[in-house]
């Protein structure tokens, strides 16, 4: 494995895409300061997994992206990729080539990749975990790795050490290990606070479902008792629902009696109807077949009407062939009488002609010799023609010049023609083109507003959607307080319930007498209650009642004496104290009498018993207690109205001062300690009313919140479906740019084809103007010729006159020689003549043959139509005639069937009749069997009245309530059995029903969340052993590898040195994990001192053997050197440098330096420079060709 390549795109000074690519060996970067050099290393820092915004030597993360210059804006984010070897695998991935990229964005966002797929920056550490590359790693040392090193803290130099150990891993999963102990222990921590909660749960509602159980058998006995009772009421309207189902089916027999017969006569009714509508439908086809039978009739008439016709004209056509042939016979013997004739007069012309002949050739040889005499003087006047035929053609020549321009120019005009409407079509092609495109761009607005709109619509949905979530978290916040605050009012109340079923606050004899009336049945028959379980008070009343009423709120109030003197008897025996009874039949009342001026005086409030609410019955005993005390509102009113009334009644302030009659006055601060039983009872009271409330809040607060995350699931479907959208219109937007594109392509060649057009239209003009000028300058030429031509002639005039005196002699010879030719050429045209003639008459008289034969021919075939013509006409006349015959027929049938139909007409008058009088006697029975069907309805109604109410009360069904059937003798019995049920359960009061399951579920929660916290601690034991292991599998891993670095860093330190020697230990030996660690250096010729006490030079060169003694315990694949040897002399380069070229075989290194010497070592040199202010640009050169080459 080892470092191929670096690429960097806007990361700090690299605002351009940079690459640099590093070679097995030593490779150097240089560069004067502040040239960018020492950003590479930062870049490798930062691709792999830098966080430290101080290690990158920024003030923020945003800092890495180029930031710009004056000449250069800046970029939007830094992209930075790391390519390695991995042919190894020693990078726990299966590729051959590993690429790790991080990407930041102004934003803050930052991506991360491997192999170009997505990743987290967590995966990336992991991948690069104790392989010495990383950001805790030993592969970048730079000065501040040596700091680090040299600093006087021994415990910051473990990282260095447990990453060359191999534990990091290690040590990372045992934090992981530790904060999964602490959130187990939290749980622990949560779920017995949870155990304890459903604890307190556990009593309270153990009893109210034994409450709860009591209720429900005595339901289940009203529920029998009642149930049975429907069911001997639904059995009674059944049985007269049965009486009328008798008479009722004695109506429908009647009904369908009257009805059986009602379909008879009316099946009959429609069977003759149906027959007469036949009889109708018969009439009709009948009336139609007569109309298709004279229809018929009338076609056969017209068609033997037609052959007549043609008859006629074939007759006529057969005279006129007939005619023709007589005439063509006549002409052929007139031919034939001629060609006799022609063949005498050829006889006669072949004699002249033989006797013309030999005249001629006399005249001939006279002639020749005239002419060889003429002969000299013909040439010399041939020369003259020849001159002049020049001329001629000169002349010619121009004529055919302009004719060809004028045919030129013609053509040019068509071409012209064509152009235009050429042109015309790719205007209005472009034209359709332009209004096509208009289409287009209008749509593609269109789209993109809709895009937009559904964008939009997508961004809205995504805020509705972050909205949603954050209701939701309100509303879960808010139900999770809502539901601390239910659960401690729900603790208060149990908490004062219990106290209250315990009877806390009361006097020991009391509570004695109310804990044995709840398990003694004899005790507790006449017993009402204690006073202040009978009263209920208004909150701003509630402390003066419990001041004027004191002890007397434990008073227990009975029905009668007895039952107060039994009470006392077992206070007696059972030793509990005292305590007093109010019975009922005893105690008599005594209300203050104040008039409604007094009552109505300021200051008065009003008589305590007029104050509280409390059941009418028991009068008596709350006037004798509260009918003579006062309420008033402060103790300066009560003083005063006592004065008035001359303390004869007791007076009780708001705020619980008591004026005794007779002037005494007790008052002071008054405790609301639950013990107090009034205060108690109200707060029980309060806490009902708050919990029913919260219960409620909770309950809606549940709703909100699923109805919220149901309209959060459907916006995230809904958004999910919007993208969707927003991608198939974005890909059509894109298809009608693309068309867009096309149909501008179009136009622009339409309109190139135009341009075109437009250039070889202004051409052909040109053209056409050139050959208008050329045509004019050869008219002037023709002119001229012609002019010449003349004047040649005239020359010529004189020499031709003595020419011809000459010729004319022979001219005269040869016209006799001519007209005797003429006169033989005459004749043998003339023979000629009659034998082609002869030759006609003879073609004539054969083509008068064939015609004859031809037209002999055309009468044979009309002879034959003639012929079938008259078997037509023999077959139609029959088929009118059997058309008559059909018709007459048909008529007679017609008129029968008029007849049945009259016949059918009436049975269906009477058969109507019948049924009318049958429909009147099933509309009485109807009725009767409405009535019926009336009272059958109430029955049933009530019937259903008590299926419901059984099913409304019980949930049952008829037959599901004969399971709880039972014979019912007397009435009367079971209904005041279900009275006394009911009032036995009124007296259970406010039952709990869903306190069985509850307390069902709350047992099973508690034994499973018990459960639970077994299984957490079981996890929590396996978690520390966990640890404990990972921790000795640490401990012998950093104590192995820092053994092996202690002694390589003593035989590092004596190469670089020269001598002496170095140590390292651990401070805390028996603290392995957690030690820091010490160095111990001592340089050749001084003694063992620690690193503090060394020179900078000492100190920097110590802190590169300890790094080099790791790199050789541990190699890693490559080692960025940033300027750690600034602080050298020439002597420690020297060792350093050629130390560096002995361990460059095995671990590559890049070195970022100054020092020329260690240029030196370097195979390749990468040079930083800043061609452009603020933007580094790199230059490589491979040193070992460049020796190579001065070496050549």
Same mark, same amino acid.
């Given at each position: 494995m080892h470092l191929k390549k670096l690429e960097m795109h806007g990361f700090k000074s690299f605002a351009d895409k940079t690459e640099i690519e590093f070679k097995d060996g030593i490779t150097g970067i240089v560069?004067?300061?502040?040239?960018?050099?020492?950003?590479?290393?930062?870049?490798?820092?930062?691709? &792999?997994?830098?966080?430290?915004?101080?290690?990158?030597?920024?003030?923020?993360?945003?800092?890495?992206?180029?930031?710009?210059?004056?000449?250069?804006?800046?970029?939007?984010?830094?992209?930075?990729?790391?390519?390695?070897?991995?042919?190894?695998?020693?990078?726990?991935?299966?590729?051959s080539e590993v690429a790790v990229t991080r990407r930041m964005f102004r934003s803050g966002e930052s991506e991360y990749y491997i192999n170009k797929n997505s990743c987290r920056l967590k995966d990336i550490r992991e991948l690069f975990m104790d392989t010495g590359v990383g950001k805790e790693g030993y592969s970048i040392i730079g000065q501040g790795r040596v700091d680090e090193i040299l600093s006087t803290k021994p415990e910051d130099r473990r990282n260095i050490f447990e990453e060359a150990s191999g534990i990091v891993k290690f040590k990372m999963r045992k934090e992981e290990s530790e904060k999964k102990l602490d959130k187990t222990e939290g749980n622990i921590l949560r779920i017995n606070d949870i155990i304890t909660e459903l604890e307190s749960q556990t009593g309270p509602l153990k009893e109210q479902s034994e409450t709860a159980k009591e209720y429900l058998k005595l339901s289940q006995e009203l529920k029998e008792i009642q149930v049975n009772l429907f069911l001997r009421e639904i059995d009674n309207l059944n049985s007269n629902l049965l009486n009328l189902e008798k008479d009722k089916k004695s109506i429908e027999d009647q009904i369908k009696k009257s009805v059986e017969e009602n379909e008879y006569l009316q099946k009959e009714y429609l069977n003759i109807k149906s027959k007469l509508e036949e009889k109708e439908g018969s009439i009709e086809n009948i009336r139609n077949k007569n109309y298709e039978i004279q229809s018929s009739a009338e076609k056969y008439q017209n068609e033997l009407s037609l052959i007549n016709e043609?008859?006629?004209?074939?007759?006529?056509?057969?005279?006129?062939?007939?005619?023709?042939?007589?005439?063509?016979?006549?002409?052929?013997?007139?031919?034939?009488?001629?060609?006799?004739?022609?063949?005498?007069?050829?006889?006669?012309?072949?004699?002249? &002609?033989?006797?013309?002949?030999?005249?001629?050739?006399?005249?001939?040889?006279?002639?020749?010799?005239?002419?060889?005499?003429?002969?000299?003087?013909?040439?010399?006047?041939?020369?003259?023609?020849?001159?002049?035929?020049e001329k001629l053609n000169s002349v010619t020549d121009i004529k055919n010049k302009i004719i060809n321009l004028n045919a030129f120019e013609e053509n040019i005009n068509k071409r012209i023609c064509q152009i235009d409407s050429e042109t015309e079509e790719m205007r209005k092609e472009k034209s359709e083109k332009m209004l096509l495109l208009n289409g287009i761009k209008k749509s593609i607005v269109d789209r993109e507003k809709e895009f937009n709109r559904y964008k939009e619509e997508a961004e809205n949905r995504l805020r509705r959607q972050k909205k949603l979530k954050s209701d939701i978290e309100n509303i879960s916040l808010k139900f999770n307080e809502l539901k601390e605050n239910l659960n401690g009012k729900i603790s208060n109340f149990q908490l004062l319930k219990n106290m209250e079923e315990e009877y806390e606050g009361f006097y020991k004899s009391v509570r004695g007498i109310l804990k044995a009336i709840d398990k003694d049945n004899f005790l507790s028959k006449g017993v009402i209650g204690v006073v202040a379980n009978l009263i209920k008070v208004d909150k701003k009343f509630e402390k003066a009642i419990e001041m004027a009423l004191g002890s007397n709120l434990q008073n227990i109030v009975v029905d009668k004496e007895e039952t107060a003197k039994k009470l006392i008897d077992y206070l007696k025996r059972n030793r509990l104290g005292r305590a007093t009874f109010l019975p009922c039949t005893a105690i008599r009342g005594n209300k203050l009498k104040i008039s409604s001026h007094d009552s109505n005086e300021k200051g008065i409030v009003g008589v305590a018993a007029d104050l509280i609410d409390f059941d009418k019955r028991y009068m008596n005993i709350f006037? +004798?207690?509260?009918?003579?005390?006062?309420?008033?509102?402060?103790?300066?009113?009560?003083?005063?109205?006592?004065?008035?009334?001359?303390?004869?009644?007791?007076?009780?302030?708001?705020?619980?001062?008591?004026l005794n009659p007779g002037g005494s006055i007790t008052g002071g601060s008054v405790s609301n300690a639950p013990t107090n039983i009034l205060v108690r009872k109200m707060k029980l009271d309060e806490l009902v009313k708050d919990i029913d409330v919260l219960k409620e809040e909770k309950k809606s607060l549940e709703n909100n919140i699923w109805k919220l995350k149901s309209l959060n699931d459907k916006e995230e479907a809904d958004l999910e479906d919007l993208n969707e959208k927003i991608k198939t219109m974005n890909i059509e937007i894109i298809q009608m740019k693309n068309e867009e594109d096309n149909i501008v392509q179009d136009i622009e060649r339409l309109k190139n084809g135009e341009d075109k057009y437009l250039k070889e239209k202004e051409s052909l003009n040109a053209e056409k103007t050139d050959m208008k000028k050329e045509s004019l300058n050869l008219k002037d030429q023709l002119k001229e010729a012609e002019e010449g031509n003349t004047i040649l002639r005239e020359n010529m005039k004189e020499e031709m006159e003595n020419f011809e005196i000459r010729k004319k002699t022979r001219d005269e010879l040869n016209d006799k020689v001519t007209q005797m030719k003429i006169e033989k050429s005459l004749k043998e045209s003339n023979l000629n003549s009659i034998k082609e003639k002869i030759n006609n008459i003879k073609e004539k008289i054969g083509n008068s043959l064939l015609v004859v034969n031809t037209k002999k021919e055309e009468i044979e075939k009309l002879k034959d139509d003639l012929f079938q013509l008259v078997d037509k006409k023999k077959a139609l006349s029959e088929k009118i005639d059997a058309c008559k015959y059909d018709l007459q027929n048909s008529e007679e049938e017609l008129e029968k069937e008029k007849e049945k139909k009259k016949e059918?007409?009436?049975?269906?008058?009477?058969?109507?009749?019948?049924?009318?009088?049958?429909?009147?006697?099933?509309?009485?029975?109807?009725?009767?069997?409405?009535?019926?069907?009336?009272?059958?309805?109430k029955y049933s109604v009530q019937v259903e009245n008590c299926y419901g109410k059984l099913m409304e009360e019980y949930e049952l069904t008829y037959e599901e309530g004969l399971d709880y059937k039972i014979d019912i003798d007397d009435e009367k019995k079971y209904y005041d059995r279900a009275k006394d049920i009911k009032e036995c359960i009124k007296n259970l009061g406010t039952v709990n029903l869903s306190s069985v399951e509850e307390y069902k579920k709350v047992k099973e929660r508690l034994d499973f969340i018990k459960d639970q916290r077994k299984d957490l601690v079981a996890a929590k034991e396996d978690l520390i052993n966990v640890i404990k292991e990972m921790e000795e599998k640490m401990r012998e891993q950093f104590v192995h590898s820092f053994n092996l670095i202690r002694k390589n860093f003593n035989e590092v330190f004596v190469e670089l040195f020269g001598g002496g020697k170095a140590d390292i230990y651990l401070e805390e030996p028996e603290k392995v994990l957690t030690s820091g660690i010490e160095i111990i250096s001592q340089p050749p010729g001084k003694k063992l001192q620690s690193l503090t006490l060394l020179s900078g030079g000492e100190k920097s060169?110590?802190?590169?053997?300890?790094?080099?003694?790791?790199?050789?315990?541990?190699?890693?694949?490559?080692?960025?050197?940033?300027?750690?040897?600034?602080?050298?002399?020439?002597?420690?380069?020297?060792? +350093?440098?050629?130390?560096?070229?002995?361990?460059?075989?095995?671990t590559q290194f890049i070195i970022i330096t100054h020092r020329k010497n260690t240029m030196e070592i370097a195979d390749v040199l990468h040079g930083a420079t800043m061609e452009e202010e603020g933007v580094t640009k790199m230059v490589s050169i491979k040193l070992k060709d460049k020796y190579s080459e001065i070496a050549s």
């Open positions: 560069g004067p300061n502040g040239s960018g050099k020492s950003n590479i290393a930062d870049a490798v820092r930062w691709v &792999l997994g830098e966080q430290s915004v101080k290690n990158l030597r920024g003030n923020k993360m945003e800092d890495v992206i180029f930031s710009g210059t004056e000449k250069r804006r800046a970029v939007g984010y830094a992209e930075v990729t790391i390519v390695f070897d991995n042919k190894d695998l020693k990078i726990p991935i299966e590729y043609k008859e006629r004209y074939l007759n006529k056509e057969k005279e006129r062939i007939e005619g023709e042939i007589t005439n063509l016979n006549k002409e052929r013997e007139e031919l034939l009488a001629e060609e006799k004739k022609e063949e005498n007069s050829l006889k006669i012309a072949d004699e002249e &002609l033989i006797k013309l002949s030999k005249k001629l050739a006399i005249n001939v040889d006279e002639l020749d010799s005239i002419n060889n005499e003429i002969s000299l003087k013909d040439s010399d006047i041939q020369s003259r023609k020849d001159n002049i035929f006037e +004798y207690l509260m009918g003579r005390t006062l309420i008033v509102e402060n103790i300066d009113w009560g003083i005063a109205i006592s004065k008035k009334y001359k303390n004869s009644f007791k007076i009780v302030t708001l705020d619980g001062n008591i059918l007409t009436c049975s269906l008058n009477l058969k109507d009749e019948s049924l009318n009088i049958i429909k009147d006697n099933i509309s009485k029975l109807e009725k009767n069997l409405n009535n019926i069907n009336i009272k059958e309805a060169l110590t802190a590169v053997a300890l790094l080099f003694s790791i790199l050789k315990t541990k190699p890693t694949p490559f080692c960025i050197l940033d300027e750690i040897d600034a602080a050298l002399d020439e002597g420690n380069i020297y060792r +350093y440098t050629k130390y560096l070229k002995k361990i460059s075989q095995d």
